[in-house]
């Protein structure tokens, strides 16, 4: 092993340290990209470089000095170290766990690889012992790689946990922006209509002024009212998946002036409140990929349930996605926040997600097992807005 990967001890630690402030870095640059919806993915670069060139120490550091730096400057409440809610508790749970996951791993292979690196003399004179001895270490490495399957199918899991208490949580916020908010804006509102019955006595400049507040008053409502429902839809819960689907596709059109056609079976029923967020967030990350990636005027949603499995597909007809963008989605972990999402969700249910693309068209399709809806509803077999 060179000098450059097996640097002296205030050497490994101090690179280990500036490793880490470059990761940071490079997090708060894509803070507005990735923002918190999968914590301390930007950060882990520098656990795995500081395990692998500078040791346990320094890499137990990096670690500890990332999740500082991210809860820190990244997490809400910034500049602040407090750990708020189950999901960030939740977070934190699984950003050490993988992080000791990797240490633990690359220090015992290092190890290991160490007490096997012995030169041909040494080989020959171990004989039959060193070959047990062998054994027993690939045993105990195979031991390992099933512990880390054991360990990754837990990640899943809490991957799936996380993605059920962000729905949660945005359910919540919505609820509060319209019965709180909400209620406020609307108070302002009245009384500010009050005010204008009465504004005969004010200034051409006030009476003026007491226009703009109403109309801002009115579009802050108008606004709140939209990001609460894009939060949690209300329909989702009490009407179901078809009704929900179609008012975000007009508010989407509307919009971003994209033609969406949405299709539905005409005996598209209820599913699990589960399964109709997971769909509903599929289709939503889908079109919003659209919107900001493929330049297409239109897009379709079509939704179609055959025997006991439901398909749901979303296709453009915009640029396409690159070869060499499609390679890094076929490779396991290369693939964007907003697709390991969509997959992630789909996991949970035993489902599939499948990207096809070429110049100028763009499907992604999900496959989710599915029994027989629970209540048909009355609801038509298309509808499409401009």
């Known amino acids: 092993m060179s000098d450059w990967t097996r640097p002296r001890s205030a050497q490994r630690f101090a690179l280990a340290l500036v490793v880490t402030a470059l990761f940071v870095l490079l997090r708060g640059v894509l ?15 520098a656990v795995i470089f500081s395990v692998r060139f500078c040791g346990l120490g320094p890499s137990l550091l990096a670690m500890v000095l ?3 730096g991210e809860q820190y400057w990244f997490i809400p409440p ?7 809610g189950t999901s960030e ?3 934190t749970i699984v950003y050490f766990l993988v992080s000791l996951s990797i240490i633990v791993f690359a220090e015992t ?4 690889m160490a007490k096997l690196a012995v030169s041909s003399e040494e080989l020959r004179q171990a004989g039959e012992g060193l070959e047990r001895r062998v054994a027993e270490r690939t045993y105990e490495l195979q031991q390992r790689n099933v512990e880390l399957l054991n360990q990754a199918e837990v990640v899943r899991q809490l991957s799936g946990r996380l993605l059920q208490m962000q729905d949660e949580e945005r359910r919540r916020i919505a609820r509060e922006l319209h019965d709180s908010v909400g209620q406020i804006i609307a108070a302002m509102a009245i009384n500010l209509a009050e005010v204008e019955r009465e504004g005969g006595s004010l200034s051409p400049r006030g009476a003026q002024a007491l226009a703009e507040n109403s109309a801002m008053v009115q579009e802050l409502s108008r606004q709140i009212r939209t990001i609460s429902h894009l939060l949690h839809p209300p329909l989702l819960d009490e009407i179901g998946l078809a009704s929900a689907l179609r008012w975000y596709v007009e508010g989407f059109a509307e919009r971003s002036k994209i033609q969406v056609s949405l299709e539905l079976p005409g005996d598209f029923g209820r599913l699990s409140p589960e399964m109709e967020t997971a769909i509903f967030r599929i289709v939503q990350e889908c079109l919003t990929n659209v919107h900001r990636h493929s ?8 939704i179609a349930s055959v ?3 439901l398909r749901v597909e979303v296709q453009d007809n915009g640029k396409g996605i690159p070869a ?3 390679s890094e989605m076929a490779c396991a972990g290369r693939t964007g926040v907003g697709m390991s999402g969509m997959r992630e969700r789909l996991r949970q249910f035993g489902g599939q997600l499948e990207v096809n693309s070429a110049d100028g068209f763009t499907a992604v399709i999900a496959t989710l097992p599915i029994s027989q809806p629970r209540a048909k509803s009355a609801s038509s077999s298309s509808s499409s807005s401009s």
């Open 109 to 112: 292979s290092r190890r290991v």
């Open 89 to 91: 508790i939740a977070g």
């Open 307 to 309: 025997a006991n499995e």
């Open 31 to 45: 803070d507005p990209v990735i923002g918190s919806y999968v914590p301390y993915l930007a950060v882990l670069p």
């Open 66 to 68: 990332a999740f500082l």
């Open 324 to 326: 060499e963008k499609q």
């Open 78 to 84: 910034t500049h602040s170290l407090k750990i708020v």
């Open 295 to 302: 330049g297409s005027p239109t897009a379709a949603v079509r």
